[in-house]
């Protein structure tokens, strides 16, 4: 088989160590995205890429996150705010269909920076709005969730997008973490039928993807265990944190420096 770069693969002649390496990825992936709503995919991505080519990773982390998400969402249902996730969707499946038109072709390190820089960001300016009381209107949700979809079929790790908006409209917690993993599994779903249709995810890869979200699912668990005896204060700083990581990472990325 091969990817749409155009490099074989061997999924099929993966070795029994490989193999077992990655359930330990995915387990640990479902774990870190459990415990701060993002990371699940940025955590799988290092592991597979030099397998499956890196022109097929997002397809392939599209599927494995719509299952990780749909856990999450299962595990965090409580919490869930319905509302927010159809204002969300609303915006972000046409636009995540745009961005996978312009996947195959369009160069993502510059817009890899950029959403470093802006994630990085995004952790003090969450902080200023909780102080203003802020509100966020249908406009910006709206604005907010078409950037994250179209970003989502280019690049790994835009969930992060979302997750300041959330906290900066109050939500803490376990509300963070469903309502966020909802969003994802709209918008991961649409990806899912739109790549399908692109000719952009083989069956074998939607297999593989499918036992890799399966994977997950342990790990989300025992997050979801984890966040229930965690306090709050201590769970809004790891997610902020992680923003901050994962920003320089990204910007790390595109310098070429990683």
């Given at each position: 088989?091969?990817d ?21 990825v ?13 990371g ?15 022109k ?15 856990s999450?969402?299962?595990f965090?249902r ?5 509302g ?27 817009i ?7 994630l990085?960001?995004?952790v003090p ?5 909780a ?9 910006t949700?709206?604005?907010i ?41 709209v ?5 899912t039928?739109i ?17 890799m979200?399966?994977?997950t699912?342990?790990g ?34 595109a310098?070429?420096?990683i």
């Open positions: 088989m091969e749409i770069a155009g490099s074989t693969l061997a999924i099929g002649d993966m070795p029994l160590s490989t193999v077992i390496a990655g359930l330990a995915c387990f640990l992936g479902g774990m870190v995205g459990g415990l701060s709503g993002y699940t995919g940025l955590v799988v991505a290092m592991f597979v890429t030099p397998i499956i080519g890196p097929n990773l997002i397809p392939v982390i599209s599927v494995m996150m719509l299952i990780n998400n749909a999450r969402v299962w965090y409580h919490a869930l705010e319905p927010l996730v159809v204002r969300f969707s609303l915006a972000s499946v046409p636009a995540a269909y745009l961005g996978a038109e312009f996947y195959v072709r369009l160069d993502s390190d510059a890899q920076g950029l959403l470093g820089a802006v990085i960001a995004s300016l969450r902080r200023w709005i102080t203003k009381k802020y509100t966020a209107g249908p406009v949700l709206y604005v969730g078409a950037v994250f979809g179209f970003l989502s079929s280019l690049i790994l790790g835009t969930g992060m997008l979302i997750l300041p908006t959330l906290m900066g409209l109050g939500l803490l917690g376990p509300a963070v973490l469903a309502t966020d993993a909802a969003i994802a599994v918008v991961n779903l649409s990806k039928v790549f399908g249709a692109l000719d952009a995810l083989s069956l074998e890869l939607a297999a593989l993807a499918l036992a979200g399966l994977c699912i342990p989300t668990a025992l997050a979801s265990r984890i966040v229930a005896r965690t306090h709050i204060r201590l769970h809004t700083a790891l997610v902020e944190g992680l923003l901050v990581l994962g920003g320089l990472s990204m910007l790390l990325r310098f070429g420096v």
